[in-house]
């Protein structure tokens, strides 16, 4: 069964710096979110992109975080400048439509631990 | 607006015995309802969705869940638990019709005992 693949699995930084979390969609889903997890805390969408383009987003997602489709099959997440708080769990998705009665595919999430 | 409530944070059952997890929404649509299971380290596996067609919706492992509108209630279950169950259940709800939402549960971690 197709899965979407996320890299690395875990990714450490210091904090101020710019990290990218990097995801494989399935081929031939059209739509891409991303979403995060504090620990302990409720899964949280951050955006969702649809033809090169943010399509919705989250309140979360400010001007450190962008999105980018830089090729036919990656779909990347940059935080830049990062915080203590930008610790978590960073789970990309991705669909086939965007009518609500259509799943989400997750990736088995990027843990992202900012030192 | 709308949310969704998973009742319980914890749920522990022992083997072979019946597991509710229970799921309260509230939406100003029709929604589209679905559960998730998250084992440890990994991703997020669609259990199933219930999409208005029909009321009570199979799963993958042995899994269902009944939408009740009267009572605003999606709760997951299974008649008889296996160790493998052991996992973090996410009740999520979701419209994309004006505006994109997906809201998750709080989840509820489910622990089997021998």
């Known amino acids: 069964e197709p899965e979407v693949t996320q890299t690395p699995s875990h990714q450490v930084t210091q904090m101020g710096q710019e990290v990218i979390l990097r995801c494989v969609p399935i081929?031939?889903?059209?739509?891409f979110y991303w979403y995060r997890q504090i620990l302990g805390q409720k899964v949280e969408f951050l955006v969702s992109?649809?033809?090169?383009?943010?399509?919705?987003k989250s309140e979360i997602f400010d001007d450190q975080f962008s999105v980018e489709r830089p090729d036919g099959s990656n779909f990347t997440l940059k935080i830049r400048s990062t915080k203590l708080e930008d610790s978590a769990m960073y789970f990309c998705?991705?669909?086939?439509?965007?009518?609500?009665?259509?799943?989400?595919?997750f990736g088995d999430g990027t843990r992202l631990s900012i030192l | 607006a709308q949310s969704v409530t998973q009742l319980d944070s914890h749920v522990s059952v022992s083997e072979g015995t019946p597991v509710l997890l229970r799921c309260n929404y509230s939406?100003?649509?029709?929604?589209?309802l679905f559960w998730y299971v998250q084992h440890p380290n990994k991703g997020l596996q669609l259990l199933l969705k219930?999409?208005?067609?029909?009321?009570l919706v199979k799963g993958i492992n042995g899994f269902e869940a009944e939408f009740k509108k009267s009572e605003t209630s999606f709760h997951l279950t299974k008649p008889s638990a296996h160790m493998s169950d052991a996992a973090e259940y996410f009740c999520?709800?979701?419209?994309?019709?004006?505006?994109?939402?997906?809201?998750f549960g709080a989840g509820t971690r489910l622990f089997v005992k021998a």
């Open positions: 992109f649809y033809n090169n383009e943010i399509s919705e």
């Open positions: 081929s031939n889903h059209l739509y």
């Open positions: 998705a991705s669909s086939e439509t965007d009518r609500s009665n259509q799943p989400q595919h």
């Open positions: 999520v709800v979701s419209k994309h019709t004006g505006g994109f939402k997906t809201i």
């Open positions: 219930y999409t208005s067609a029909a009321t």
């Open positions: 939406s100003s649509y029709s929604p589209s």
